[in-house]
């Protein structure tokens, strides 16, 4: 490749080395998996621990909570070694985590039915919930942030920055609040209670209701379940959005001055081309990175969003297995939970690297 | 025949009281090389970008026109400007490093303005891309149009940027210091494949530098800008025999000198600065604040 003026032995040696970068990139990229997976792993037995000699060692007794009132103390006994809770906690625990291992989350207390059948039958219910909210929130925000670039400078930019200040400041169960009074009591339109309305014939087979209703065309169950969703899903959307909004709109802004987005305006685009094919590919790695950070904090606020609308997911759960002090359904769901984050935010560094080239040459 | 007319343009911050281009008018003829000469600050970007469309949001035009073909691209709405500076005109930017898209591939920056705005089909705007990359002397063009630009050297990408100013085939282009941002050794080479293309394609160009050396070689006719006013609008030769303003007299003597390297520099003197800043001043006496 002579053209660029480089001496043949120079032209040599550069290709050598970009080839030799290329695979060192490649390993460094494999080995940063590896220890990402070990991180993980470590995370979750921490996750574990933690909670496994928390709600051991916070007063509350689930065996009281079970029996009624004048148990004899033989009774007492006998619940409580059938259930294990004589052992010390760190028999417990390596009981406990050798189940986990083969898939045996242990029984709940309350409803005797086990761990794993119950988590698994509710987390649809809250995913769907969350990615719902999710894509609420990407639409509302980034459609915000385009319009802000748009109209910079203005006061349209203003009233979305206001707006978005606003949103943010609000905490999710509050939005969810405002939302019940407008859209369920002055004017309405959406179910408040629920996941589906109860009277309804569901021919699931699966727990995914939105998605099921979907794939076998029921598009009236379908719009019961959205209706039932729209609210919840709206209000942990909310102030996810202004984040975006935020974030996404500064970076765009500044990526707006650079040099190949006057380069690009040159060629004739229209104002939008330039924002959403020049300036955005490259805006939005940070917004993708704080968005599955702030996706995490989503899913933990599905607890008390599901609480406030009598929505039948993990949430809801979490917080009845905690009143019970259901004690290996709460290991379970807090796994779960954990699970979740911790795949989130390793999907989150994956697609980091494949949208932008220059991570993935390494 | 002039291509690009500009008459008595002047623009300043908006909301400020002095002007950054005074009264500016210059002409490109059809096919020929203009420069725009002047040190830091004179204004000569300025020009380009107003050319272009390109001004910051902070500037505003406040007069004078700017005529495309006849058409003064101030009158249009800001679509029509758009799409006539988008199939006409041209941007050879100043530093390659940062002018290509870094998350995109270098095919479709070149041929995404062929099929949008021109609206050729993509086959066409392709085969066009590998053409154009040939003429600035890239032979694997087909790689190159899958590479990435962190993948490329600043010397291919600065010739990637001169092709895809001419892939659409336009009547000017404004080369806004092309070469400032590169290696020595790589300059000459650029500087001469600029003139090249241009010779090939008969482009009107307007060349902003501050390399007098550079006018020399590659300029028809040239305009000297002090304070964001012409101070000489002449043509290269009698330029170089004997500049008529004090300014550019001097601008001409402080250009070092390859024959004799060890020569102390001359700056601009005082004098002529001052001289210079009383004619800007001067100029400023029939402008009215708006």
């Not at chain 1, 070694?81 to 760190?90: E, M, N, R, T, V």
């Not at chain 2, 790589?186 to 902003?208: C, E, N």
Request: charged residues 15%.
């Amino acid at each position: 490749m002579p053209p660029h003026g480089y001496s043949p032995s120079g032209a040599v040696l550069n290709e050598w080395a970009r080839g030799d970068l290329a695979v060192t990139g490649q390993m460094q990229l494999f080995g940063r998996f590896l220890v990402r997976l070990m991180t993980t792993a470590i995370t979750l037995l921490g996750v574990a621990v933690i909670v496994f000699v928390v709600i051991r060692v916070v007063p509350g007794n689930p065996i009281a909570m079970m029996l009624p009132p004048g148990a004899t103390e033989a009774d007492i006994a006998t619940l409580t070694a059938l259930y294990g809770l004589d052992k010390s906690i760190f028999q417990q625990f390596v009981i406990w985590a050798g189940g986990v291992l083969q898939g045996d989350f242990g029984m709940s207390i309350t409803t005797r039915q086990p761990v794993l059948a119950l988590v698994m039958g509710r987390l649809p219910a809250t995913l769907e919930l969350s990615v719902m909210a999710l894509v609420m929130a990407v639409f509302l925000g980034g459609a915000a942030a385009l319009g802000g670039t748009l109209r910079r400078g203005t006061r349209t930019e203003g009233a979305i920055d206001v707006g978005a200040g606003m949103a943010l400041s609000v905490p999710d169960f509050l939005w969810g609040l405002v939302l019940i009074l407008i859209f369920g009591v002055l004017w309405p339109v959406f179910h408040i209670s629920g996941r589906v309305t109860p009277s309804l014939d569901l021919p699931f087979s699966s727990n995914f209701y939105l998605f099921e209703s979907l794939l076998r065309f029921r598009f009236d169950l379908w719009a019961d379940i959205v209706s039932h969703m729209f609210l919840p899903a709206l209000a942990l959307a909310i102030p996810l959005a202004a984040i975006i909004a935020q974030l996404l709109k500064q970076s765009l802004k500044e990526t707006m001055h650079l040099d190949y987005v006057t380069l690009a305006r040159t060629k004739g685009y229209s104002e939008i081309h330039v924002i959403t094919r020049e300036a955005l590919p490259n805006a939005i790695l940070p917004t993708l990175t704080l968005v599955g950070v702030q996706f995490t904090f989503l899913i933990g606020g599905t607890v008390i969003i599901e609480r406030l609308f009598s929505y039948e997911g993990l949430g809801n759960m979490a917080i009845d297995a905690v009143i019970n002090r259901d004690l290996p359904l709460i290991q379970g769901i807090v796994i779960l939970f954990a699970v979740i984050f911790t795949g989130v935010n390793l999907l989150v560094d994956l697609s980091y690297a494949l949208l932008n080239p220059r991570l993935r040459h390494g | 025949m002039s291509y690009l007319q500009i008459r008595h343009l002047s623009a300043r911050l908006v909301g400020a009281k002095d002007r950054l281009l005074r009264d500016v008018s210059l002409t490109v003829e059809r096919g020929q090389v203009h420069g725009l000469v002047g040190e830091s600050g004179a204004g000569k970007s300025m020009i380009g970008k107003a050319v272009l469309g390109i001004l910051p949001q902070s500037v505003e035009i406040v007069e004078g026109s700017i005529e495309l073909d006849g058409v003064d691209l101030l009158q249009l709405s800001a679509a029509e400007r758009r799409r006539r500076i988008g199939a006409h005109c041209a941007l050879i930017p100043q530093d390659p490093l940062t002018a290509l898209n870094p998350s995109r591939r270098i095919g479709p920056q070149i041929t995404d303005r062929l099929v949008q705005i021109l609206g050729w089909d993509r086959t066409r705007a392709e085969t066009r891309a590998v053409q154009i990359l040939g003429e600035v002397q890239i032979e694997d063009a087909a790689r190159v149009l899958r590479s990435y630009p962190h993948e490329l050297s600043g010397g291919m990408r600065q010739r990637i940027l001169i092709a895809s100013a001419f892939a659409a085939e336009p009547k000017l282009i404004v080369a806004d210091e092309p070469t400032t941002a590169l290696d020595v050794t790589v300059q000459k080479q650029i500087l001469k494949l600029i003139a090249q293309m241009q010779a090939r394609h008969g482009t009107a160009l307007l060349f902003v530098t501050h390399d007098l050396g550079v006018v020399s070689k590659v300029c028809r006719s040239l305009s000297v800008l002090y304070g964001g006013m012409v101070v000489e609008d002449t043509a290269v030769r009698p330029f170089f025999a004997g500049p008529q303003h004090p300014y550019a007299r001097a601008l001409l003597a402080a250009t070092p000198k390859y024959t004799d390297p060890l020569a102390s520099l001359q700056p601009v003197p005082d004098a002529v600065i001052a001289q210079v800043r009383q004619e800007v001043k001067a100029s400023d006496k029939g402008w009215f604040h708006v």
